[in-house]
């Protein structure tokens, strides 16, 4: 019998498909450990049909729409499952919106969002995939998009 | 006058008319050049010739008689400023603001936001030139008022760009396939951003020339691309400029740089003066957005090359054109 690395979770979410190596950014953009306490697994480089991947396991959490937006700009591949009672009850695959509102910083230090202005940061998506991504007020394109994750 | 001529007076009457209802420029803001499709550039470059003799003093128009415009300028401007307040006022508007906001309650930690919203219940067009970029995108989310973008940061700067255009068009009857160099601080100028792109939607050959520390950015460089431009780039000025139509240049803003000892490192390494200009073609013309520090000798003023006064003239008109299509009252 084939052997689980990560045990099966009764409830929560599980997001796979992410980039291998980058599960450690999805857990930072959920905020996990800081605003969970339950069991969470990670698996880096799993091996695949369609190569190496890594896989987060949250339990007793579904992830919101919201979230899954966030996790959309650095796994845009990644595939979210909401379990109930060791089941799939949900299956979503995660896709950039057109637009980003509040979600990352604009990494532009002399970017008007990044003062005190009553706005959300605001970006237009240039490109799903790779993700791509334009500050709509100073029109640059951040470097690092993990990095200004609000 | 014969009928023949009513008719075709009549019939360029309704083609203006239909392509002003389908451009609708009341009310709206200015804040990129990429704003504007190049239908929309053409038809302002087009107006503005109409605003020439206004913006000499030979014509008299009162069509702004009643309207406001506020001029916020949160950085330091000479040219920007001053044209832009010419033109309301030879548009026969009157004008409020500042050039000094160290005068204003931004010195007591008001936010932009606030500063516009002040600003829009007293004016009906308001400019602004602000160090941060995306300034007047934010200013324009924030006002009824059309707002017109006179700079912001190192970001966009449209009404130079439109009056850049409008200069190569008055001296070179068109831009495609004009050969044109854009030299100097690539990087931090705000003007050759927003050039580069405008030039390669009108199929310009473009050469970038500048220290390898102050190179156009890359997503500059991908938008020339996306439009069907390969920019070459080169530090060899004496090669570049040897066929070109169009030396644009640029100056090395101290303002911009995070360190003064980078800013030592590379202020001075182009001059254009007569020697340089030996090699160039006798057509090519010399633009400059001002001020010039270093960049250019004077001595260049006095030769047919030079063409970056009349350049800054040419920011009236297309001012003018810009204010009275904005706020509806086009001549």
């Given at each position: 019998?084939?052997?689980?690395?990560?045990?099966?979770?009764?409830?929560?979410?599980?997001?796979?498909?992410i980039?291998?190596?980058?599960?450690?950014?999805?857990l930072?953009?959920?905020?996990?450990?800081?605003?969970?306490?339950?069991?969470?697994?990670?698996?880096?480089?799993?091996?695949?049909?369609?190569?190496?991947?890594?896989?987060?396991k949250?339990e007793?959490?579904?992830?919101?729409?919201?979230?899954?937006?966030?996790?959309a700009?650095?796994?845009?591949?990644?595939?979210?499952?909401?379990?109930?009672?060791?089941?799939?009850?949900?299956?979503?695959?995660?896709?950039?919106?057109?637009?980003?509102?509040?979600?990352?910083?604009?990494?532009?230090?002399?970017?008007?969002?990044?003062?005190?202005?009553?706005?959300?940061?605001?970006?237009?998506?240039?490109?799903?995939?790779?993700?791509?991504?334009?500050?709509?007020?100073?029109?640059?394109?951040?470097?690092?998009?993990?990095e200004?994750?609000? | 006058?014969?009928?023949?001529?009513?008719?075709?007076?009549?019939?360029?009457?309704?083609?203006y008319?239909?392509?002003?209802?389908?451009?609708?420029?009341?009310?709206?803001?200015?804040?990129?050049i990429?704003?504007?499709?190049?239908?929309e550039?053409?038809f302002?470059?087009?107006?503005?010739k109409?605003?020439?003799?206004?913006?000499?003093?030979?014509?008299?128009?009162?069509?702004?008689?009643?309207?406001?415009l506020?001029?916020?300028?949160f950085?330091?401007?000479?040219?920007?400023?001053?044209?832009?307040?010419?033109?309301?006022?030879?548009?026969?508007?009157?004008?409020?603001?500042f050039?000094?906001?160290?005068?204003?309650?931004?010195?007591k930690?008001?936010?932009?936001?606030?500063?516009?919203?002040m600003?829009?219940?007293?004016s009906?067009v308001?400019?602004?030139?602000?160090?941060?970029?995306?300034?007047?995108?934010?200013?324009?989310?924030?006002?009824?008022a059309?707002i017109?973008?006179?700079?912001?940061?190192?970001?966009?700067?449209?009404?130079?760009?439109?009056?850049?255009?409008?200069?190569?068009?008055?001296?070179?009857?068109?831009?495609?396939k004009?050969?044109?160099?854009?030299?100097?601080?690539?990087?931090?100028?705000?003007?050759?951003?927003?050039?580069?792109?405008?030039?390669?939607?009108?199929?310009?050959?473009?050469t970038?020339?500048?220290?390898?520390?102050l190179?156009?950015p890359k997503e500059?460089?991908?938008?020339?691309?996306?439009?069907?431009?390969?920019?070459?780039s080169?530090?060899?000025?004496?090669k570049?400029?040897k066929?070109?139509?169009?030396?644009?240049?640029t100056?090395?803003?101290?303002?911009?740089f995070?360190?003064a000892?980078?800013y030592?490192?590379?202020?001075?390494?182009?001059?254009?003066?007569?020697?340089?200009?030996?090699?160039?073609?006798?057509?090519?013309i010399?633009?400059?957005?001002?001020p010039?520090?270093?960049?250019?000798?004077?001595?260049?003023d006095?030769?047919p090359?030079?063409?970056?006064?009349?350049?800054?003239?040419?920011?009236?008109?297309?001012?003018?054109?810009?204010?009275?299509?904005?706020?509806?009252?086009?001549?």
């Open positions: 019998m084939k052997e689980l690395k990560i045990p099966l979770i009764k409830s929560g979410t599980v997001i796979d498909h980039a291998a190596g980058n599960a450690v950014k999805v930072r953009i959920l905020g996990i450990p800081k605003t969970h306490s339950s069991t969470v697994s990670v698996a880096i480089n799993v091996r695949s049909r369609l190569g190496k991947k890594d896989i987060v949250v007793n959490r579904e992830i919101d729409p919201y979230e899954v937006n966030k996790i700009l650095i796994a845009p591949k990644a595939t979210i499952n909401i379990i109930r009672d060791y089941e799939v009850a949900e299956k979503h695959k995660v896709e950039l919106p057109d637009e980003i509102v509040g979600i990352t910083h604009c990494s532009n230090p002399t970017c008007i969002s990044n003062y005190n202005e009553p706005v959300e940061s605001r970006f237009i998506v240039l490109s799903k995939d790779p993700p791509r991504i334009k500050c709509h007020y100073c029109e640059r394109e951040p470097e690092d998009i993990a200004r994750i609000i | 006058m014969s009928i023949f001529s009513w008719i075709k007076k009549f019939i360029k009457l309704l083609l008319l239909f392509i002003l209802i389908r451009m609708n420029f009341r009310g709206r803001d200015i804040i990129s990429k704003d504007l499709s190049k239908e550039i053409n302002i470059l087009d107006y503005s109409k605003m020439v003799s206004y913006a000499k003093g030979e014509g008299y128009t009162e069509k702004l008689k009643g309207k406001v506020s001029s916020l300028f950085e330091p401007s000479t040219r920007t400023r001053l044209s832009f307040e010419s033109a309301m006022n030879r548009l026969g508007g009157r004008v409020i603001g050039a000094d906001p160290t005068a204003t309650s931004q010195k930690g008001e936010s932009l936001s606030d500063t516009i919203r600003a829009d219940s007293y009906d308001i400019v602004i030139r602000h160090p941060q970029e995306g300034a007047a995108r934010l200013a324009a989310e924030f006002a009824d059309p017109l973008n006179a700079g912001d940061g190192a970001g966009r700067h449209p009404t130079q760009c439109l009056l850049d255009l409008f200069t190569i068009i008055s001296e070179k009857k068109k831009i495609e004009q050969k044109v160099v854009l030299l100097g601080d690539l990087k931090y100028g705000r003007t050759v951003h927003s050039l580069a792109y405008a030039l390669s939607l009108y199929g310009a050959d473009l970038f020339v500048s220290p390898e520390t190179k156009m500059v460089v991908n938008e020339c691309k996306e439009l069907g431009t390969e920019p070459s080169t530090s060899n000025l004496e570049a400029i066929d070109a139509d169009v030396l644009y240049a100056r090395i803003q101290k303002e911009r995070p360190d000892e980078e030592n490192r590379v202020v001075g390494t182009y001059k254009i003066d007569n020697y340089l200009l030996k090699n160039a073609n006798d057509n090519l010399v633009m400059h957005p001002l010039r520090v270093t960049e250019i000798d004077p001595e260049v006095r030769t090359h030079a063409l970056y006064f009349k350049q800054a003239f040419n920011g009236v008109p297309v001012r003018m054109a810009l204010l009275s299509l904005v706020t509806g009252g086009m001549i």
